[in-house]
Structure formats: C-alpha cells, structure tokens
C-alpha cells in the first residue's frame, strides 16, 4: 500500500524509474513452484489447447466485449476462465518470460464458472436479464493482503504462509456480485513497509514480480505488484490492488494500465492486512476505464453510486469547459507534456501553477503508528487462536529463525516501527489532524486561487498529498518513454469525486488509446 516518492523527490519528474542498477537477490520463490499452484487445473489443462479465435475474443478485451461474446454463445465462462489459468501456467513461472506475478489460484474458480454458465444459459432462455456491465463469471485476481475465504492470505511473509482467513468485505461483495476470484497475487511485502532496502515487487512468498514491459529493466511499480503486472499481461479480467499512499497508482502507471485510489472509506477495508487504517483502501485495477468502474461497483455496498447508465455513457465523457492544474516542472517528461496539450485539445484549460512544497513531516511517524496498532487488531479480528497476540515485533521474531529465507533484504521498516515512539491516542489524533491539514489546503490553495476543477499529475508523484488529504485519484496510459517504460496521467480530484475522476479518464482514454499490450505476451 505504500509506494510513494519523498516530497523532496516529487519534482524530479525526468528520472525514469528503472530497476538498472536494482541487484536482485531473490528472483524465484522459495516457498512456491508452478506446479503447486496450478495442480487444481491439471487435469483441465492437459487437454486445453490454446485457440486464436479465444484470443481474439478475450486479450484486450473490455468487460461488456465479453460479456456480449459469452451471450452470443462464442465463449463460455469455463473457456475464459481456463484461458486465463493457462496463461498464468504459461507465462507466470519458471520460464524465460516468468512475471511471479500470481501467488495462488482459487481452486473453485472453474466450479464458479460452470455455474455461471448455467445462469447464462437461463437468460438465453428469457429467464432473467442479460447484463453487459456485470461482473457475473468475470475471473478476477486480489492482492494477497485481501482475504479469501478457501484460500491463504500472506501479504507477501513467510511467516504467514499458513494463514487461511475469511472473506473480506469487499471480497464478499465481489462473489455477491457474481465475480469469480481467480486467485491472489503477488506484492511487495507487507505492502512495501517492510524491508525497506528491496526491490518493489519482492516478496518471500511470491518472489520477484517483473514487469512484461521490460522484465529486469523496469521497475512494476509497488505495492500492488502483481496485480499490476497480472492485469497488462491479461492474466485475469481485472485485479484489486490496495494503496496507503501510491500503491495503486505506481503499479498501474508502470504497466500501462487504469488504476483507481478511492476516497478512503469508500470501500470497506475489514478483512484486508493493514499497514495504516486511517489511509488504507483497496481499489480497482484494469486495461479501460469501464472495466475499472464495473470492479468498484462490485466492491461496493451501495453499488448504486455508479448506474448502467452511468457506465454506458462513459465513452460520451469530456473535460470540455474543465479546469487544471499542472505542475510546469512535470512538463520535462515529454509525455506528460504531450497529454497536457491532448486534454487542452479536448477542451479544458490549463493553470500553470507555482512550484510550492507541502508540508508533511511526520507522515511516515503516522504510518508507524498506526500499523503498530492496526496490524494486531487485524491479527484479532481473525478469530483465529493461533494468531492471537501476533504483532509488528512477533513478526520480526519468526522472521528472524529463518532470516535468508524470510527476510533477504532485512526488515528496516518493520525495525522503525518498533523504534517509533509511543504516541498516546490525543497525540496520534494531533498528528492526523495536522498532516490532513496542511495537505487539504495545499490543494486547496490551488484549488481557490485558480478556481480548478481538478489536477493533473504523473504516475503517483503527488500520491502522499493526495492520500493524507484524502483525495481521490485515477492513472491512465499515457503512453511510453525511448526505453519502453510506461507512463501514466494521474488526475486528481476533490474527495468523493470518483464519477468526475471517471469522467476524465475515460474521455483522455477514448481521444487516446495509449495502451498497447507487451510484446510477447499475446
């Protein structure tokens, strides 16, 4: 969930981030092997055959393109289903093009698909209505810091590979809502507060995920690794990710993909391994905007924020008559200057605004804090009398009995929790406040002064901002630098503005199309 550039870094906008001189220590997993994780489909799978007519009807395809192929009787929920399980066995592992991107799959996957094969069949049939935007039958990855019922939840530790919890609340959604979780994918450790000195997209558990983008040249991006890298390699419909501040947006952003950070709030974040309750929230990754929408209804419990019609008109969207702020320093990326000049095009006006820094000191105190904190109350919340009592230091502990294993690249950040002070609950309320604060009128400065709808940022340069403010953000494609490494368009928007984030994004997607999937992935 943590994966955010310093305020003193925010700037430095033409530094590409590349793993060049990152020294891997671990690139496989220790802990899993191919075989394991596909062993529930073997038998499916000896006797699949990929079909260029399937990859034409799934590989870039949105949610309601599939949804209307399944109703036409070209495809069935199994066929996509198997399809995705045998690119993950194909591409995912011990291989010369491996990702490590999926930790573990849903052994009822294919179960779940049948049954909704049945159901498509009675809407054939005039017995209920079809549905283009729903999520019924649509294979979907979760981070594996969301639990699953059936399924282990390990954040990425060793220490907790045999953790089997129940569904969390937004998992519980998703299945109410007839997705079908394909499985868990990878992550940085602990969400990315742990080691501290490891390359984002490591974890004990699922080894070093790659970006099909360039594998050991581009950074994916973290916390939401995997699902990032699973999502632009089409391993999945879509994939949940989880942000405290960038976590959602690095990864989307680096593999050329839409991520959204909701409000905070907005999703429930029970069943969901924690580092900062305050800042936690899950949120939707997909390859389009109206895929990104129909996954967060599916999360919701009120899923009539966002209507059909809503989704519908999506691809009528503008930012005609908007306003935006831009940060001129940003403009040395030269597709960020680009896309700055697209959305002129498309009929919004540009503020240049001046370079001021915000104010956030204290903001990784907060973050210790809270996940001193939150992390044994989730350990509680389980119910599980094994885990009873577990905490930051518990973990270091174990981690240390088997310490090349479990921890590689140490556990720096987990130290810095221990090491943080004790703040009574009247100073971690002060701290909070503060830290809201003054980033709430750090936009909001821009916001009264220049009368701006929005910002327009890159990748997750303002994500710390944004995330103590509570701002509401969204990435989309924006297209690829000389060495092939993705960039996104982040626009940000006051809190609860998801609807005219989506507005934004799906109308600089549309004028685009900037997505184009990995070579030799298709």
Sequence with gaps: MWSCQSPKAVNQVSQSVTQDDEQYKVLDSRFLKKEDIIAPFKDDLSSYRE????????????????????????????????????????????????????????????????????????????????????????????????????????????????????????????????????????????????????????????????????????????????????????????????????????????????????????????????????????????????????????MLNDQRMFSDLFIANLGTSTVQGRVFGVFPGYKKNPLYAAAVEEVVRLGATIVELEEKQPQLDGFVSLLNVDMKKDLPAYFMGLGLPEYQGWDVAKVMELNRVDSLNYMPYGQRLFQGITDEKDYSPAESAALKTRLTTQAQEYFDYYIQSHNLDGFLSINNYNAAEAAVAFYPAITVPMGYDENGQPFGLTFIAPTEEEKMLYQWAAAFEKATQHRKMPKGYN
């Design 51 to 298: 079909s260029e007519e399937l990859k034409s009807l799934i590989l870039e395809k949105s949610i309601p393109e599939i949804q209307q192929a399944v109703y036409d009787g070209k495809l069935s929920y199994q066929q996509l289903t198997l399809f995705y399980i045998n690119r993950i066995a194909k591409y995912d592992r011990e291989n010369r093009k491996s990702l490590n991107a999926v930790i573990a799959l849903n052994p009822q996957a294919m179960e779940d698909a049948y049954a909704y094969d049945l159901r498509i069949d009675e809407f054939r049939r005039g017995e209920g209505k079809f549905n283009p935007y729903s999520l019924m039958g649509m294979p979907i990855l979760l981070k594996d810091n969301i639990n699953a019922a059936g399924m282990k939840t390990t954040a990425g530790a060793a220490v907790l590979k045999d953790l089997e919890p129940q569904n969390a609340r937004i998992v519980q959604r998703l299945i109410e809502a007839d997705a079908i979780i394909l499985g868990k994918a990878n992550l940085s450790e602990w969400a990315y507060f742990f080691c501290g000195d490891c390359p984002s997209g490591y974890s004990a558990i699922g080894g070093q995920t790659l970006n099909p983008y360039g594998r050991k040249d581009i950074d994916t991006g973290g916390s939401s690794s995997g699902s990032g890298v699973a999502v632009a390699a089409n391993f999945a419909v879509a994939a949940v990710g989880s942000e405290t501040a960038g976590s959602i947006l690095s990864p989307a952003s680096q593999n050329s993909i839409v991520g959204l950070k909701p409000s905070v709030g907005t999703l429930s974040g029970i069943g969901i391994v924690p580092i900062s309750t305050y800042l936690d929230t899950a949120g939707p990754m997909s390859k389009n905007v109206v895929d990104n929408v129909i996954l967060m209804r599916g």
